[in-house]
């Protein structure tokens, strides 16, 4: 049989959604990036709201989260992404806006822009790449970084005394009214990445029907900046990440409503 | 006639934004100017014209909200004074870098650090010469009088459409907390999200349709043979500016001998100067920038041909004297420049600028 | 026309806004007016300056280093703005407060118990317009009835009902103004 007769219609049984680029992706071999744009490509496709979507990309190794799937965007500076994301949906409230963010933008120098967004409950969607490492930069150390873990600006392991705790801002997002719906997901095997996928699709969801800030923390690996094979990275990530960073919903439901807040002697 | 209003600068600046149809202000409390939003949240625009206001967490998110909003294509606009500017540097050159039109108003006060809240014009350099990272220029506009703080709001945003470009309003605690007289303008309506998409679909993110390729908002370029393609194209947009949009007042320069160059709150206190020296006999006249950048060399040039000499006037240590020294020099012509100024948020009175002209031009 | 004003006093005497009012009745007469004040800390509770210019033609600066006139309701902003008045010129004090009380002979100087009339009345608030009216009865240079203009388009709506008060206080300081030194 000729591959031409195989490449049928009749015969597909996996094709990858439309709104992906045929951009070949930058990142590296076993790298969760690329899951996880798949996956929103998919949710954009599926809600149909192509044309009322806005991404917001980081500095860091999404930065060209733009090259790969077909919407408009805007590339933000290290951190500020909720703040470009928090002005684009202010002034087009029927726009469906998302950030995508890495651990040190959004968890080390945005770590004001995060909190503050998603405690004004902007209808935003918020995706979180958690990998515990600066990947872009050459691997160094992130606010995620597990104790002990080694990257290159902590070569003997990450110090408590030194550096400091490892950063759950995902559960200090859940702490916060203004949030609707906070997960922490993964995409390192199909069930996980099925899980994931539910999940970003709620947050769209969520965004669209203006229930407040979306939040979903993706646990991923970076065999680069961890000198693993991607197999490895898997390994190591489940041995070692989901322990500490435990896979499952936060927060589900809406921004508080005003009353919860408001003290009764407060109405001058 | 427009209505008649006394009202603050800083007011002003609030209500020629809502009226001239601005989409949306964001920002954060800084002396001295926090009255632009408080006077916006009082006015509550959001139930006339639709603007959005919101008071941001800091300088940096508000001036990342512009951007954000400024790549939707809408007329959107911040204000702070000298040390919110500085936080607000990262975006700025990005939002340059993007070639996004904004306006940021600055009502500056004197520094360096936390410095005074005292007026003052000390981020000339800041302002005129780039202030965050990479070659870029904003449009500087440098409003006199709260008349001025009403009409370049509108302006600016013309100019900032017009060359998608920052425009910064560098104003100055004085003008920014004094009360004149104010006519104002008519309103103008937002633009609909329609005519929007009409005139800036090409670039902003105004929702991919199948009909166009995506629209990517970016100032990155790692390609450095494009990037210098980017640069070259933002240096020609700068030389349009040069040669189109420079603005400038001219008084009593006709027959003068000697002539002060002051911008701003000092151009006001240089236009008593210039009565009380020629009530002395003394042949003076003011020339006053009113566009920054792009600065009005040449007229400083042409009046290097007449006069025996200058004498800047600014609330700063001494920053625009660089620049009609260029303009004198590069003109070939030697004639003094000198300057005159008080530091550190006193500003100086008309009958010192008399004096130091005396002592440093006429005398020296 | 132009007229040069400094009103110096404490923070809280209402030094603010009778040049506010002041420099509104001037638009109300059709003229050019800027209003500058101290701000800051140094208003609260400190002194208060403003900076008030009236004219019939386009102001030239705000911020001035002598003065038509003085309005001094404390003796730290008479010792600071005695020297400032232009010789001629006119210098109006409330001496609640004064202990040194102005000295120079080449200017025009009045004096108006502002704090007490006001007290009188039964309404110290009205302070700054009882020390107004003093100062238009030395310098007519606005009317009566565009300083009600003045109030009413400055005033919220509110506030309509107090000012037939203010327009009394100010009358009350034109009737009791008082000279001390005419040139």
């Given at each position: 049989?000729?591959?031409k007769d195989?490449?049928k219609?009749?015969?597909?049984?996996?094709?990858?959604?439309?709104?992906?680029?045929?951009?070949?992706?930058?990142?590296?071999?076993?790298?969760?990036h690329?899951?996880?744009?798949?996956?929103?490509?998919?949710?954009?496709?599926?809600?149909g709201?192509?044309?009322k979507?806005?991404?917001v990309?980081p500095?860091g190794?999404?930065?060209?989260?733009?090259?790969?799937?077909?919407?408009?965007?805007q590339?933000?500076?290290?951190?500020?992404?909720p703040?470009?994301?928090?002005?684009?949906?202010?002034?087009?409230?029927?726009?469906?806006?998302?950030?995508?963010?890495?651990?040190?933008?959004?968890?080390?120098?945005?770590t004001?822009e995060?909190m503050?967004a998603?405690?004004?409950?902007?209808?935003?969607?918020?995706?979180?790449?958690?990998?515990?490492?600066?990947g872009?930069?050459?691997g160094?150390?992130?606010?995620t970084t597990?104790?002990?873990?080694?990257?290159?600006t902590?070569?003997?392991?990450?110090?408590?005394?030194?550096?400091?705790?490892?950063?759950?801002?995902?559960?200090?997002?859940?702490?916060?009214?203004?949030?609707?719906?906070?997960?922490?997901?993964s995409v390192?095997?199909?069930?996980?990445?099925?899980?994931?996928?539910?999940?970003?699709?709620?947050?769209?969801?969520n965004?669209?029907a203006?229930?407040?800030?979306?939040?979903?923390?993706?646990?991923s690996?970076?065999?680069?900046?961890?000198?693993?094979s991607?197999?490895?990275?898997?390994?190591?990530?489940?041995?070692?990440m989901?322990?500490f960073?435990?896979?499952?919903?936060?927060?589900?439901?809406?921004k508080?409503?005003a009353?919860?807040?408001?003290?009764q002697?407060l109405?001058? | 006639?427009g209505?008649?209003r006394?009202?603050?600068g800083n007011?002003v600046?609030?209500?020629?934004?809502i009226?001239?149809?601005?989409?949306?202000?964001?920002?954060?409390?800084?002396?001295?100017?926090s009255?632009?939003?408080?006077?916006?949240?009082?006015r509550?625009?959001?139930?006339?014209?639709?603007?959005?206001?919101?008071?941001a967490?800091?300088?940096v998110?508000?001036i990342?909200?512009?951007y954000?909003a400024?790549?939707?294509?809408?007329?959107?606009?911040?204000?702070?004074?000298?040390?919110?500017?500085s936080?607000?540097?990262?975006?700025?050159?990005y939002?340059?870098?993007?070639?996004?039109?904004?306006?940021?108003?600055?009502?500056?006060?004197?520094?360096?650090?936390l410095g005074?809240?005292?007026?003052?014009?000390?981020?000339?350099f800041?302002?005129?010469?780039?202030?965050g990272?990479?070659?870029?220029?904003?449009?500087?506009?440098?409003?006199?009088?709260?008349?001025?703080?009403?009409?370049f709001?509108?302006?600016a945003?013309?100019?900032?459409?017009?060359?998608?470009?920052?425009?910064?309003i560098?104003?100055?605690?004085?003008?920014g907390?004094?009360?004149?007289?104010?006519e104002?303008?008519?309103f103008?309506?937002?633009?609909?999200?329609?005519?929007?998409?009409?005139?800036?679909?090409s670039?902003a993110?105004?929702?991919?349709?199948?009909?166009?390729?995506?629209?990517?908002?970016?100032?990155l370029?790692?390609?450095s043979?494009?990037?210098?393609?980017?640069n070259?194209?933002?240096?020609?947009?700068?030389?349009k500016m040069?040669?189109?949009?420079?603005?400038?007042?001219?008084i009593?320069c006709?027959?003068a001998?000697?002539?002060?160059?002051?911008f701003g709150?000092s151009?006001?206190?240089c236009?008593?100067?210039?009565?009380?020296?020629?009530?002395?006999?003394?042949?003076?006249?003011l020339?006053?920038p009113?566009t920054?950048f792009?600065?009005?060399?040449e007229?400083?040039a042409?009046?290097?041909?007449?006069?025996k000499?200058?004498?800047t006037?600014?609330?700063?240590a001494?920053?625009?004297?660089?620049d009609?020294?260029?303009a004198?020099?590069?003109?070939?012509?030697?004639?003094?420049?000198?300057?005159?100024?008080?530091?550190?948020?006193?500003?100086?009175?008309?009958?010192?600028?008399?004096?130091?002209?005396?002592?440093k031009?006429?005398?020296? | 026309?132009?007229?040069e004003?400094?009103?110096?006093?404490?923070?809280?005497?209402?030094?603010?806004?009778?040049?506010k009012?002041?420099?509104?009745?001037?638009v109300?007469q059709?003229?050019?007016v800027?209003w500058?004040?101290?701000?800051?800390p140094?208003?609260?509770?400190?002194?208060a300056n403003?900076?008030?210019?009236?004219?019939?033609?386009?102001?030239s600066?705000?911020?001035?280093?002598?003065?038509?006139t003085?309005?001094?309701l404390?003796?730290?902003?008479l010792?600071?703005?005695e020297?400032?008045?232009?010789?001629?010129?006119?210098?109006?004090?409330?001496?609640?407060?004064?202990?040194?009380?102005?000295?120079?002979?080449?200017?025009?100087?009045?004096?108006?118990?502002?704090?007490?009339?006001?007290?009188?009345m039964g309404?110290?608030?009205?302070?700054?317009?009882?020390?107004?009216?003093?100062f238009?009865?030395?310098?007519?240079?606005v009317a009566?009835?565009?300083?009600?203009k003045?109030?009413?388009?400055?005033l919220?709506?509110r506030?309509?009902?107090?000012?037939?008060?203010?327009?009394?206080?100010i009358?009350?300081?034109?009737?009791?103004?008082?000279?001390?030194?005419?040139?």
């Open positions: 049989m000729d591959v195989i490449i219609e009749e015969n597909l049984v996996y094709s990858k959604p439309s709104l992906l680029s045929d951009k070949i992706t930058h990142y590296c071999p076993g790298c969760s690329g899951v996880v744009h798949k996956l929103l490509a998919e949710v954009i496709e599926e809600l709201i192509q044309e979507t806005i991404g990309s500095v190794c999404a930065v060209f989260a733009y090259n790969y799937i077909e919407i408009d965007w590339e933000a500076a290290h951190g500020r992404a703040a470009v994301a928090t002005g684009i949906a202010r002034v087009d409230p029927d726009k469906v806006v998302f950030t995508y963010q890495g651990d040190g933008d959004l968890a080390s120098i945005g004001a995060i503050h998603a405690n004004r409950g902007e209808n935003i969607v918020v995706v979180f790449i958690n990998n515990a490492i600066y872009m930069t050459g160094q150390m992130a606010p597990l104790l002990g873990q080694v990257t290159a902590t070569p003997c392991g990450r110090d408590l005394e030194r550096n400091g705790y490892p950063l759950k801002i995902t559960e200090l997002i859940g702490q916060l009214p203004g949030a609707a719906y906070v997960s922490r997901q390192h095997t199909p069930a996980a990445v099925r899980k994931c996928r539910k999940a970003l699709r709620k947050s769209f969801e965004a669209m203006k229930k407040g800030t979306s939040f979903v923390e993706v646990v690996t970076c065999s680069s900046g961890w000198r693993l991607p197999v490895e990275a898997n390994k190591w990530m489940e041995e070692n989901f322990p960073y435990p896979i499952g919903d936060i927060k589900d439901g809406q508080a409503e009353g919860d807040f408001m003290q002697n109405k001058n | 006639m209505e008649l006394l009202m603050k007011e600046i609030a209500e020629a934004a009226r001239c149809g601005c989409d949306a202000y964001f920002g954060y409390p800084i002396t001295p100017q009255e632009v939003m408080e006077t916006l949240m009082a509550e625009p959001w139930n006339q014209t639709g603007m959005v206001v919101l008071q967490e800091s300088e998110a508000s990342n909200m512009v954000g400024a790549g939707a294509g809408k007329k959107v606009m911040t204000s702070s004074s000298s040390p919110g500017i936080l607000m540097a990262e975006g700025i050159s939002i340059a870098g993007a070639e996004l039109p904004c306006v940021i108003v600055n009502v500056q006060r004197g520094g360096p650090g005074t809240i005292q007026p003052s014009q000390a981020d000339y800041q302002s005129t010469k780039g202030g990272h990479g070659d870029y220029r904003l449009i500087v506009l440098a409003p006199a009088s709260v008349q001025e703080m009403h009409d709001v509108g302006l945003f013309e100019l900032a459409f017009k060359y998608r470009n920052p425009a910064m560098l104003a100055d605690g004085a003008i907390q004094m009360m004149e007289k104010v104002l303008g008519e103008v309506a937002r633009q609909t999200t329609e005519q929007v998409d009409a005139q800036y679909g670039w993110t105004t929702g991919k349709k199948k009909s166009r390729a995506k629209n990517v908002i970016t100032s370029e790692l390609d043979a494009l990037m210098e393609q980017n070259l194209r933002f240096q020609e947009k700068y030389r040069q040669q189109d949009e420079v603005s400038f007042e001219a009593r006709e027959d001998d000697y002539v002060l160059v002051a709150s151009a006001r206190i236009q008593k100067s210039v009565e009380l020296a020629r009530a002395k006999g003394i042949k003076v006249g020339l006053r009113i920054l792009p600065f009005p060399s007229p400083i042409r009046l290097a041909k007449q006069v000499g200058f004498m006037v600014e609330m700063n001494g920053q625009m004297i660089e009609v020294r260029l004198v020099n590069c003109a070939g012509e030697r004639n003094p420049v000198h300057y005159f100024g008080r530091l550190g948020g006193i500003i100086p009175t008309p009958g010192e600028v008399v004096e130091a002209l005396e002592q031009l006429i005398g020296g | 026309m132009t007229e004003i400094i009103i110096a006093g404490f923070g809280g005497q209402g030094v603010l806004s009778m040049g009012i002041l420099a509104y009745s001037g109300m059709g003229q050019e800027t500058f004040p101290s701000y800051g140094e208003m609260r509770g400190g002194t403003v900076t008030v210019i009236l004219s019939d033609n386009r102001i600066s705000p911020i001035l280093h002598e003065f038509d003085a309005i001094i404390n003796q730290q902003s010792d600071k703005f020297a400032e008045v232009k010789p001629g010129g006119t210098l109006l004090y409330d001496p609640n407060g004064i202990v040194h009380p102005p000295t120079r002979t080449d200017i025009n100087i009045y004096k108006i118990e502002g704090t007490k009339i006001a007290a009188d309404n110290v608030k009205t302070f700054n317009m009882v020390v107004l009216g003093a238009l009865k030395a310098k007519p240079i009566l009835e565009s300083i009600r003045g109030l009413e388009k400055s919220p709506e506030h309509h009902k107090l000012i037939p008060m203010n327009l009394q206080a009358e009350a300081g034109q009737q009791q103004m008082e000279e001390v030194h005419i040139i």
